[in-house]
């Protein structure tokens, strides 16, 4: 079965860096868009930025400029390097993926989640 491991969470200060790695690993025919999301408590969980592979990448307008999403399809994994981390960055981030397996339809996959706290 198709699984989706997150790595690279942790505390930082303000004004920090980090970066999320995220490996897909199963029956993975054809990776269509691989993301990351985040959910802060209380709140609902929003895109971060995504990868369509082939196409384009797309952020959320509140990390334009500081962080940065790559994608490598033959090792299906996705990065997220996180500059500039604010407080307001803390949350739980969650790896997903759109993908084919043996089945002829696309479905998404979501990791456990790795928790990134931005604190001084």
């Known amino acids: 079965q198709v699984q989706l491991v997150e790595s690279g969470g942790g505390l930082v200060q303000p004004g920090g860096s980090l970066r999320l790695s995220c490996v897909a690993s199963g029956p993975v025919f054809e990776l269509a868009v691989m993301g990351w999301y985040r959910q802060a408590p209380g709140m609902q969980r929003e895109l971060v930025a995504a990868v369509s592979f082939g196409i384009r990448n797309n952020y959320a307008d509140s990390v334009k400029g500081r962080f940065t999403i790559s994608g490598d399809y033959v090792k299906k994994t996705v990065y997220l390097q996180m500059n500039g981390l604010k407080p307001d960055d803390t949350a739980v981030y969650f790896c997903?993926?759109?993908?084919?397996?043996?089945?002829?339809?696309?479905?998404?996959?979501w990791g456990n989640g790795t928790l990134v706290t931005v604190s001084s």
């Open positions: 997903n993926a759109r993908l084919r397996t043996y089945e002829p339809v696309y479905r998404d996959y």
